[in-house]
């Protein structure tokens, strides 16, 4: 396994770009499908939303050399629009301001938040098209670097798409939790999401790996790392068991039970999906294997 | 203009390494850092068997993935077909190494910006080759302009069918390698 020129810092920014921009398509959802019973799911959505990007954005901005030490280099950062890094500065420079505006607008925070709240549709409309271009781009990212075979995949953006959705939505419910100790019983309705996104993305991490097996023998190398290989452990235990079936039953549970269930399951199986996503973006960066050149 | 290109012949490589202590003093690079490499592999079954020494440095690739990726555009094709690097422009974000498929670039901690091999273009400017390929006691290197049917290395590949390595990778490197 050669070590990857990426680590932990790009590691966190991919989870938590992902979990930032699922959360804010959370807040829309619940804001403009079922406006009356879930109110506190918008907010505590919309609320974490910007913060969880941007924090992902400066671990992005820390992972750089001579870019941090000489911040002012970073204005050369959108000059190559052939590079998805230049893409990812345009997208992201433009997603936070809107997830914050929508963040003050739904919680009416000071004299932004009223003035915001009367464009509270066209920040869902402009905010969601930009949250998709958020946690698409992270997969995007990596899905064309031709140096690592099993990344280069159109699987990778609709894996990181789903699974962006499904840890935005346990962070806005993990909130909405801590926000109002109310909410619990309403959460239930939100547990179908997980059963969806959970399930959607069980399919297409399955297909990503299966596919990998036969595409390349480096693609098939990464792929063997994860399921059999030195980090199948991780994949397993983390990914799979934590990550996806446990929370997966725990929301089936959740939403059949409606509101009976435990507070500490509820945010237990948020927590576990929080745990699977970071895992899942962790193992995709270490599984990744470059050309046998010699 | 030129566009120049290395042919390596690996039969004659003894992997004496006196490429990179000469790409080190020429980039003034510490020891531990290294714009080239030495690979080494076993070929064949016993009792039929040899090593084989490769030596690997960017391929300067017509189509190069790091040139593509680089946000800043600090990774740049100069006339000469080199693919060079801007020091005042990199900011470090390691995309480029990422993209080689060959992971040919290191990472300059003192700079704080991602280098390669630069085909020691301030010698080859000035009429010389590069010192990877002046030092190198067998032999093993030839550097030239690839667009000269009547240039040395032009006529190696021609001669021994030399390639690129995987040049299924689609990137066209600008080393060819004259393997057995």
Known sequence: ?294 | MPRYGMAIDTTKCIGCHSCRVACQNQNGLDYKETFNWIKNRERGVYPSFDKEYIPLQCNHCENAPCQRVCPTGATFTSKEGVVLVNPNTCVGCKYCMEACPYKMRVVDHQLGIVEKCRFCIELVRAGGTPACVSTCPTQVRIFGDLNDPNSEISKFIAQTGALPLRPDLGTSPKIFYKRS
């Open chain 1, 1 to 294: 396994m050669q070590e990857s020129a990426w680590g932990w810092l790009i590691i966190t920014y991919l989870f938590l770009a992902g979990a930032g921009s699922g959360a804010f398509l959370a807040a829309v959802a619940c804001d403009l499908l079922a406006p009356d019973w879930s109110k506190a799911l918008a907010k505590a959505g919309s609320l974490v939303s910007g913060p969880l990007v941007a924090i992902g954005t400066l671990c992005l901005v820390l992972d750089l050399e001579a870019g941090l030490w000489e911040p002012w280099r970073q204005i050369y950062l959108a000059n190559n629009l052939s590079s998805m890094i230049a893409w990812g500065v345009i997208v992201l420079s433009i997603f936070i301001p809107i997830a914050l505006l929508y963040a003050a607008a739904l919680n009416e925070i000071g004299f932004i938040g009223k003035f915001a709240n009367k464009y509270v549709r066209p920040l869902e409309i402009v905010g969601s098209l930009f949250a998709l271009g958020t946690a698409t781009y992270t997969g995007v990212l990596i899905a064309v670097v031709n140096g690592v075979p099993f990344w280069n995949t159109p699987l990778m953006p609709v894996l990181f798409l789903a699974s962006a959705i499904s840890t935005g939505l346990a962070a806005a419910m993990i909130v909405a939790a801590i926000i109002d100790v109310a909410t619990i019983k309403t959460l239930s309705n939100f547990a179908l999401g997980h059963v969806i996104f959970l399930s959607v993305e069980a399919l297409v991490l399955m297909l990503l790996v299966f596919m990998s097996l036969t595409r390349s023998t480096e693609a098939a190398y990464s792929a063997n790392l994860l399921i059999s290989g030195l980090l199948s452990p991780y994949f397993w235990g983390l990914v799979v068991i934590l990550g996806i079936v446990v929370p997966f039953f725990l929301s089936v549970i959740e939403y059949l039970e409606y509101g009976e269930m435990p507070k500490a399951l509820v945010v237990g199986a948020d927590i576990l999906v929080l745990i699977g996503g970071m895992s899942l973006r962790a193992l995709i960066v270490f599984s990744g294997t470059p050309p046998q050149i010699i």
